[in-house]
Structures are given as structure tokens and as C-alpha cells.
């Protein structure tokens, strides 16, 4: 009997630790969208409220009116699907390689990864942006994909190579003895069921290229290429004071793609989890 309690004792800790970790993570986003819905006025009040008191859609057209949103909306979206796509299509074979073919390789590949994600943006910075002027990409939406790419592609390797180890190599082999060959085999066979991982691969990439605002502030320099985090920063002033209201109102449409397609694609990326266990 003590032990059922102590039992549901945990089990009530836990969900009171979960429900603490989701009200810290929304607080942010629930402040942000209430300051976008108001009024100048309330907006100056020594004493805020959560709920609006007057809802207004005044900062959207604010933020509309004052910045190109649209558009660097647009080189936001192509940048980060192309990271996507272009990462999701690397990584998937040397992944598979990787998992497969036990060697220093897999070693390196290993040690690579936490090396690159521990290199801050700023010591990269400099020889990222000589090398890109030598390839003439400086400015451009293909020189900001490419770095999104490299950025992205050691995180998105060691994810799948944990996806397809969970594979079972019989299957492969299976089909080895069938006659199919490598490609083959990893398109038919081993794609299928790699398909949660390569979702969950593509919809890191996808959000770390829409958020990301260093590289892009560094290497576009004209107003027609910039991205939408970098187009945030301009409902500051010259001193630092933010157009609160706009701000607010661009930095919530801002946080929408991430929001839709994620509830968009978890409920599949939860059915091809149990679907890859069954065919396992």
C-alpha cells in the first residue's frame, strides 16, 4: 500500500513539474499575444493586464504599413525549406552509412557533431563570410541556405543515424537476398520506416533556419534579401526603444509557421513511430 502511494505520489510530482515547465513556456507567448492585440494606451498603463481591455488590430496594420513583412516573410520561408529539404536529403544516406558500417567514421562523425554545436556563431563568423565572398554568395538566399545547411546538417546526421539503428538490419539484409541493392534498399526499404525521423529532421531545420537572425543580419546586406527576424529588428529606434505594439504584432505572425506546422505534423510523426514498430 505504501508503495502505490509512493507511486502516485511521483507520478503526481511529475505532471505538477510538467504543468510548471508548460505555464514557464507559454508565459512568453501568451504576453507576447496579448501585447499584440493592444492599444497604444494600454500598452503605456503602469498597471498591464493579460486580456486587453480594448482589442485593436491597429500594431498589424502598424507593422504592415512600416515594414516590408510580406516579403522577407517570403525569403524567410524559401530559406528555410531549402535548409530542410537540402539537409534532410544529405543526411539521410550518411546516416544510414554511418549506422550500418561500425568504423572510425562513425566515430568522427560523432565527435564532429559536438564539436560543431559547440562553436559560437560569432568565432565562425569571419572565415564563413570570406569563404562565401570568394564563392560570390554574399547577399544572396543560396549563400544564407548553404550555411543553413552546414548548421544544420551535423544535428539532423546524429538524429537519423538513431532512427535507423532502430531499423532492424534484417529487414535490409532480407532484401539483399531478394536482389535489391544498396539504393534500392534504403529508398524501399529503410525510407519507409525512417519516415518519423526524417519528419521530426526537417521540422528542426525548418525552425532553426526560420528563427535564425546572426548569419542572416551578417551576410544580406540589401533590404529586398533580408529575413523576417532581421526585419524585427526595425521597430526598434535609433536609441533602443521598441515600437512595442508592432513589434509584438510582426514577432506573433512571426511565430505562427512554427506553431501550424507543428500541430500540422506531430500527429503523424507519433503514427509513423507506432507504424514503424509494427513493421518492425
Known sequence: MSAFRTGRAARTGQYLALL????????????LVSTAFKPARELGSLHPAWIPEDPTLDNFRQAFGEQPLLRAAGNSLLAALAAALIAVLVATPLAWVIARRRSRLGTAATGWVVVSQAFPFVLVIIPLFLVLKNLHLINTLGGLV???????LPFA????????????????????????GRLRTLVSVTAPLLAPGIVAT???????AWNEFFFALVLLKTPEKQTLPV?????LGAE????????????????????VIFAIIQKRITGGMLAGAVKS
Do not use: K, N, Q
Request: hydrophobic share 70%; aromatic share 18%; charged share 10%.
Open 231 to 235: 526585419v524585427l529588428t526595425h521597430f
Open 240 to 259: 533602443g526603444v521598441a515600437d512595442l505594439g508592432p513589434l509584438a504584432a510582426a514577432a506573433f505572425l512571426a511565430t505562427l509557421p512554427s506553431l
Open 146 to 152: 548553404l550555411v543553413y545547411v552546414v548548421w544544420a
Open 20 to 31: 510548471a515547465y508548460l505555464v514557464f513556456l507559454a508565459f512568453p507567448f501568451l504576453w
Open 202 to 208: 526537417a521540422l528542426f531545420a525548418f525552425i532553426t
Open 157 to 180: 546526421l546524429w538524429m537519423l543515424i538513431g532512427y535507423v539503428r532502430a531499423v532492424p538490419a534484417e529487414l535490409e539484409e532480407a532484401a539483399a537476398v531478394d536482389g535489391a
